[in-house]
């Protein structure tokens, strides 16, 4: 039971969906987002152009925050549903389809929603950035969502492994 019908409960769903562009895929998503009855949707990886990003709402749930890249890759959006009892107070986007979150207060309780993309390739400033920015945030309960693409350093780990023992 999500915490527009009883105070204290929050559904919350983290789905990297590796694509909405295909008419199809959104209705998916959207039916997955209506089954689970979800409150707040923290995508990743919708390769949407910010023109795009709100063809992800319907009658129920609304694009709150996103953040796209100027090709149709990377891409992260936090959906909220429309009756979800909130106070937005801030929203951040970064410009490179990685970063986006939201600072709210539902029911007294202040709480910054964040979706993340990682890059595929480490890049050494992404994550301390990412620190930088959700540091300020300080003040807010903090509930991130995220593709934080970390099994390449495992994979490379286990090539190592393999090539040290046979």
Do not use: W
């Amino acid at each position: 039971m999500g915490l527009a019908r009883r105070r204290g409960t929050l559904t919350i769903l983290s789905l990297n969906v590796r694509g909405l562009n295909n008419n199809i895929k959104r209705v998916k998503c959207q039916q997955l987002m209506h089954r689970q009855k979800a409150d707040v949707v923290l995508i990743q990886e919708s390769h949407l152009r910010q023109g795009d990003v709100s063809k992800i709402q319907d009658k129920q749930y609304k694009m709150i925050s996103s953040s796209s890249s100027s090709s149709k890759s990377k891409g992260v959006i936090i959906v909220f549903k429309r009756n979800l009892p909130t106070k937005i107070e801030k929203t951040y986007s970064d410009n490179l389809g990685r970063l986006t979150y939201v600072c709210t207060t539902i029911y007294d309780t202040k709480i910054a929603f964040v979706a993340i993309y990682a890059p595929t390739i480490f890049e050494k400033n992404f994550y301390p950035s990412v620190m930088q920015e959700l540091l300020t945030l300080s003040e807010y309960k903090m509930i991130i969502g995220g593709d934080m693409n970390a099994v390449s350093i495992l994979q490379n780990a286990s090539n190592s492994f393999r090539k040290l023992h046979g």
